[in-house]
């Protein structure tokens, strides 16, 4: 092998490596784009069940209270009403939470191996191998 020929093969290895570091940048930002509309989702779930939520609340708690009022003495209506309402507000924040607690691993996964692979780039003969 020639020494004109060795150079030409680094300067290809190098060319390839550019590359390479380039798609998988490409790559990582678009599965981060599409985890941040994941977790827009999450928050638009979030939001939109308070709201939902609030209405209902609204609608109904007069005749609740009406309803429950003709059995119950006040206070204990009162706190048969806040446990319902309130366990209805728990399972919405619970399921809105894990979405977000998933979009939020897949995430901190994505930005550290796009860490990774950064290092790798810039050290490929020092960094661990892959």
């Keep these: 092998m020639t020494t004109s020929s060795t150079t030409e093969l680094v300067g290809e290895l190098a060319e390839e ?23 827009a989702r999450g928050f638009a779930l979030l939001g939109g069940a308070a709201a939902a939520g609030s209405l209902a609340v609204a609608a109904i ?3 609740m209270t009406r ?3 003709r059995r119950l003495p006040p206070v204990m209506g009162a706190a048969l009403l806040a446990t319902a309402y309130g366990g209805a507000g728990a399972v919405m924040a619970t399921r809105g939470i894990r979405i977000l607690e998933k979009q939020a691993a897949a995430t901190r996964a994505a930005v550290q191996e796009l860490k990774e692979d950064l290092e790798w780039a810039r050290h490929p003969t020092t960094s661990e191998a892959r």
């Design 17 to 39: 490596i550019g590359t390479l570091v380039r798609q998988e940048l490409q790559l990582a930002r678009k599965e981060l784009e599409e985890q941040a509309r994941a977790s």
């Design 61 to 63: 708690h007069g005749g």
């Design 67 to 69: 309803a429950v009022h």
